[in-house]
């Protein structure tokens, strides 16, 4: 797996260096091509020319330290590389890749490559836990950074607790999988992916509106996992409680009105819709130009029914996938079946928003696919990325054969 694969290994300046030095013999000596960057403050752990030793490569510590006229080295790296490993990578530099900041070698090469990023931090049991690095953490997943988790124990600075950079042979193991990863084929490649994410918001007046529970979580994790399964992804949205994904095509669609024109107007060019938005059943008939003062004890307000987005799409779907989602708090199956047809479906997400970890705000859901036949797949209480994973990788092979 690693014969042959450009390794750009970043190693950071925090007393765990010294298991880089291990990891990259173990690299080199499984045919791994390793390109070492080090930090400054790293030189200070261990030497430069340890690395240098063990990978038989120039080891880079200066972005000025041009050695071949004909390349610039940041950029030469970053093209090259299969895979860049940051380990051990400390607090300062997940808060460079976190801001862009670009001001060394490795921070340089990191913000210029295209190639998947493994990062394994070490740092302090009470800095891992500092909302700054939390935070920091947090958004370099969102890019798709992939994290390797430190370990729990004894701490060079006297602590017990989590900081530990893991142990060199589960980095490597980590290393081969992410690698292992990348070669797989992406089940999407050249599909045209839309999804839609998030509730939408009616407006009363000005400065009032109806709305849902809808954090968008779900939305986001499919255009996430169609995303990462090859597709180009357009993502129609409404309110959200997380932040947009990368790599995808976003459009914001505040109302149902709003979100039916974004999609209506995407629907010719799309392969396959996932409806994952929680849209308004009603609006108000008229929305104030003023904000409504609050004179008389009780209130009207006068409603009428939204268009069906995901049945107007249905009856437009031509050769196209389509799949809903239905949230309910009883009947399931029943429900979900007579929802598929009225609809046109392909195939329908059902949960119980009523079940424990399957509501609209948290991070897990326990949903159950079903397709004309009736259920395809019972998934149990998993993490919302998780579950998008394995819905992308049933629509996968259902779309293809649709098309063919």
Excluded at 127 to 148: C, Q, S, W, Y
Aim: with cysteine.
């Amino acid at each position: 797996m690693l014969q042959g694969k450009t390794i750009v290994l970043g190693v950071c300046g925090g007393i765990a260096a010294y298991k880089a030095a291990a990891l990259c013999s173990k690299l080199a000596q499984a045919g791994a091509d390793v390109r070492v960057i080090m930090t400054a403050s790293a030189t200070k752990f261990v030497a430069p020319l340890t690395f240098q030793t063990l990978s038989r490569h120039d080891v880079i510590t200066d972005t000025f330290d041009e050695k071949d006229a004909s390349v610039v080295s940041h950029i030469d790296l970053a093209d090259r590389a299969d895979l860049v490993v940051v380990a051990p990578a400390t607090a300062n530099m997940l808060a460079k890749m976190a801001h862009g900041i670009a001001d060394d070698m490795l921070s340089t090469t990191l913000l210029a490559t295209l190639a998947p990023v493994l990062v394994a931090p070490a740092m302090n049991v009470h800095m891992i836990d500092h909302p700054a690095v939390k935070e920091n953490m947090a958004k370099l997943e969102e890019r798709g950074v992939r994290f390797i988790e430190p370990g729990f124990g004894q701490l060079a600075c006297g602590y017990v607790g989590k900081g530990r950079l893991a142990e060199p042979d589960e980095l490597f193991a980590a290393i081969a999988a992410a690698l292992r990863e990348a070669e797989q084929p992406k089940p999407l490649a050249g599909k045209r992916v839309l999804v839609t994410a998030g509730g939408t918001v009616e407006r009363i007046d000005p400065v009032r509106y109806m709305t849902n529970d809808s954090s968008g979580k779900m939305g986001i994790a499919v255009a996430e996992a169609a995303r990462d399964a090859g597709a180009q992804v357009t993502l129609v949205y409404g309110k959200l409680a997380v932040p947009l994904p990368s790599g995808v095509d976003a459009v914001r669609a505040e109302s149902a009105l709003d979100m039916l024109d974004a999609v209506m107007a995407r629907l010719p060019e799309t392969d396959i819709v996932i409806k994952a938005a929680a849209v308004a059943d009603y609006r108000a008939e008229t929305i104030a130009p003023q904000k409504i003062k609050k004179n008389a004890e009780t209130m009207t307000l006068q409603l009428v029914k939204n268009p069906d987005i995901l049945q107007t799409v249905g009856e437009r779907k031509g050769n196209r996938f389509i799949v809903g989602f239905a949230a309910e708090t009883e009947q399931l199956e029943q429900h979900a079946l007579d929802k598929l047809r009225r609809k046109h479906c392909d195939l329908i997400v059902a949960n119980d928003v009523s079940q424990e970890g399957a509501g609209f705000r948290g991070d897990t859901n326990i949903v159950s696919v079903y397709d004309e036949a009736g259920l395809v797949e019972a998934m149990p209480l998993l993490g919302k990325k998780e579950a998008a994973r394995r819905l992308v990788a049933l629509i996968a092979p259902r779309a293809a054969e649709r098309r063919a």
